[in-house]
């Protein structure tokens, strides 16, 4: 998924006014959630350099695939230890820290900070889910159909990961019907990065 400059002009410039109503020793975070193969990933690379001030040149980015215990943990328990390894911290103007999950492995491995900063993009399934909410944040869900989602997973894990993608899109499907995350979402993009939902209307095309 590429978004638009348009959308992307939008998203920005809806963070920066919400960033405005937030505390301001605290970052303000872009929270980028939805079901695997949507596109989040690609979007959270697009914002990450319109959302760098100061200092950083690019906002940071904190990728929920690093905080998951694994295939069959599921998307659950991501956005708890995001919360207390990362948030909490950052809400202090402290430095975050955490050690990525090495899926293949099976091990936490290496230590990555997260440093205090105006705006943090966080990503991921379970990236928007209620752990979160105490933080200032702006969350945007992405979707695409089931079907386009599980070719673009086979298509960069290989079809030898189908069995575990059909179990994933299983029990992520169950964490949004109990999180309603896409129902508290404050934008809603398509898989292709059209506008689905919006709190206002957008300033520049979608």
């Known amino acids: 998924m590429t978004v638009s400059p348009g959308v992307l002009a939008d998203l920005e410039a809806l963070a920066r006014t919400s960033r405005g109503a937030a505390p301001a020793h605290a970052p303000f975070l872009v929270v980028v959630d939805g079901p695997a193969g949507s596109g989040k990933t690609t979007l959270a690379a697009q914002l990450a350099p319109r959302l760098g001030e100061g200092s950083c040149a690019e ?17 659950d328990g991501g956005a708890e230890r995001l919360a207390a390894w990362v948030l909490d911290p ?23 900070e997260v440093p205090p900063a105006p705006f ?8 928007g889910a209620r752990a979160v909410d105490a933080h200032p ?33 299983r029990d992520e499907a169950a964490h949004y019907a109990r999180e309603r995350t896409r129902e508290r979402a404050d934008v809603r993009l398509d898989g292709v990065g059209r506008v689905r939902a919006w709190p206002v209307a957008p300033a520049a095309g979608s």
């Open 137 to 169: 944040r702006l969350l945007v869900w992405v979707e695409a159909d089931d079907a386009e989602r599980l070719r673009r997973g086979l298509a960069r894990d290989g079809h030898a990961q189908e069995a575990h993608w059909l179990a994933w899109m």
């Open 90 to 112: 950052l809400s202090t103007g402290s430095t975050g820290r955490y050690r990525r999950y090495d899926w293949t492995r099976g091990a936490y491995a290496e230590e990555h």
């Open 59 to 75: 906002a940071p980015v904190v990728h929920l695939d690093d905080l998951y215990e694994g295939w069959e943990a599921g998307p």
């Open 120 to 127: 943090v993009v966080i990503e991921g399934c379970g990236a």
